[in-house]
């Protein structure tokens, strides 16, 4: 396996602070803010700090420490910006896009946390 990480990506240069965003949340291994172009009420983006193209990259060469800080970070975007049920919420959506076929733009992994108004079921596919 091999991956080939640009750190030329965008979410690269937002986590060097050369681009700015609207932090939602931050831990030692995981950044998370506001979608630029918000597809719902609620769309924040979660990423790691490391360089990683994708999910099966991060699942193959992130540490554990950095799984696990990553995924409690996705999980408390959703508490925090209160859709969780567990907060009292009426739920949210993740999805994360890897290659072309998923229409991935940024090559940096991103989790997507949707939320604040009813989804609907999964996905349409265009024909
Ligand atoms: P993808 O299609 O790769 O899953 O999603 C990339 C997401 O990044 C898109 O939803 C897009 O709106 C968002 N995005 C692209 N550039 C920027 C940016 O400079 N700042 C922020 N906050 N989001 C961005």
């Known amino acids: ?17 050369e681009i700015p965003c609207s932090k939602v949340h931050e831990t030692p291994h995981s950044l998370a803010f506001h979608d630029i172009n918000p597809q719902a009420p609620t769309h924040v983006l979660v990423i790691p700090k490391g360089p990683y193209v994708n ?6 060469e992130a540490s554990e420490v950095e799984i696990a800080d990553f995924t409690r970070a996705v999980a408390e975007v959703a508490r925090r910006v209160g859709h969780a049920e567990s907060a009292g919420g009426a739920g949210y959506r993740i999805l994360s896009n890897a290659g072309p076929d998923a229409h991935q733009e940024v090559p940096h992994l991103h989790i997507h946390v949707f939320g604040g108004k009813f989804l609907g079921r999964m996905i349409k596919v265009p024909e």
């Open 55 to 60: 999910f099966d990259h991060f699942a193959a």
């Open 1 to 17: 396996m091999s991956y080939a990480y640009d750190p030329q990506n965008i979410f690269a240069k937002i986590l060097r602070g």
